[in-house]
């Protein structure tokens, strides 16, 4: 029997921490809870694995020639890394206090367009890019 553990990174896009691990289309195994590692145990003759994180999922990895009766070792992270978030929030609220500043310059109207830039790019990867936004990498121990 194979077993599997999913090292997490400490990253915002795993804040509620509420997933699946799907083994050749059928779910095998559920988490709800935020922790450091997680522990599966693969039925015979798998396949293939997905690991989904609320509405995020990695793409397929393929389970079926890992060696037998070994424990496998998987770093998980996220592609969107903490920093672009913080940086997206903050440039967003200097948008939205430059918004109430009544006489503005014109350079001040063109700073604003593009402070909403990283914010508009986040809100795109959370509403659509979803497959492939978990990167799932075999870590040799």
Not at 24 to 33: S, V
Not at 116 to 127: G, K, R, S, T
Request: aromatic share 16%; with cysteine.
């Amino acid at each position: 029997m194979k077993t599997l553990v999913f090292q997490f990174d400490n990253n915002y896009m795993f804040r509620l921490m509420q997933g699946a691990v799907w083994v050749d289309g059928q779910r095998l195994t559920i988490f709800k809870e935020k922790v450091k590692e997680k522990r599966v145990e693969l039925p015979e003759g798998a396949k293939e694995l997905v690991l989904t994180i609320e509405k995020y999922s990695s793409m397929p990895i393929a389970v079926a020639n890992l060696p037998e009766n070994q424990t496998h070792y998987f770093k998980v992270r996220s592609r969107v890394s903490n920093a672009f978030y913080v940086v997206a929030y903050v440039l967003f609220f200097g948008f939205l206090c430059l918004e109430f500043w009544h006489s503005k310059p014109d350079i001040l109207l063109w700073l604003e367009g593009f402070m909403v830039v990283p914010f508009m790019i986040l809100v795109y990867v959370q509403l659509f890019k979803r497959k492939g936004m978990i990167v799932v990498k075999r870590v040799e121990v």
